[in-house]
């Protein structure tokens, strides 16, 4: 999510690293484990801290917290790493309108109908 919101292709990341980005697709995805210095070299040019990659562990599996049915911070963060949404969050933030903003969250809570109990 990180890569992709600062603008950088996995080669590019890569390359920063001194790897392929055949390398960095498998970071991604979680086929290889990435050592403490190699995490610590990717927060530096993500420019975020290294706890940033931490945030919101253990993952609690849960789609909704119980006790305010507000998505989970894991469900939100799975959310925003996908492709859509951080494309339509990047498209949301970007609608000057703050009046046409909350129609568009209107519309959209009406097409997803009453929320599960």
């Known amino acids: 999510m990180r890569r992709l919101m600062r603008g950088l292709s996995q080669a590019a990341l890569g390359d920063a690293?001194?790897?392929t980005?055949?390398?960095?697709?498998?970071?991604e995805k979680g086929k290889n484990r990435i050592g403490a210095s190699r995490l610590?070299?990717?927060?530096?040019?993500?420019q975020v801290p290294a706890k940033?990659?931490?945030?919101g562990m253990p993952h609690e599996g849960r789609r909704h917290?119980?006790?305010t049915s507000a998505p989970s911070a894991q469900y939100?963060?799975?959310y925003l790493a996908s492709e859509d949404g951080?494309?339509?969050?990047?498209?949301?933030?970007a609608i000057a309108d703050a009046r046409l903003?909350?129609?568009?969250?209107n519309l959209v809570e009406c097409i997803a109908g009453p929320e599960d109990p």
């Open 40 to 46: 610590q070299h990717i927060s530096q040019i993500l």
């Open 52 to 55: 940033f990659f931490f945030e």
């Open 17 to 19: 690293l001194g790897l």
């Open 101 to 105: 903003r909350r129609s568009i969250v």
């Open 86 to 93: 951080l494309q339509l969050t990047k498209a949301f933030l």
């Open 76 to 78: 939100v963060s799975d």
């Open 65 to 67: 917290d119980p006790q």
């Open 21 to 27: 980005f055949q390398q960095v697709q498998k970071y």
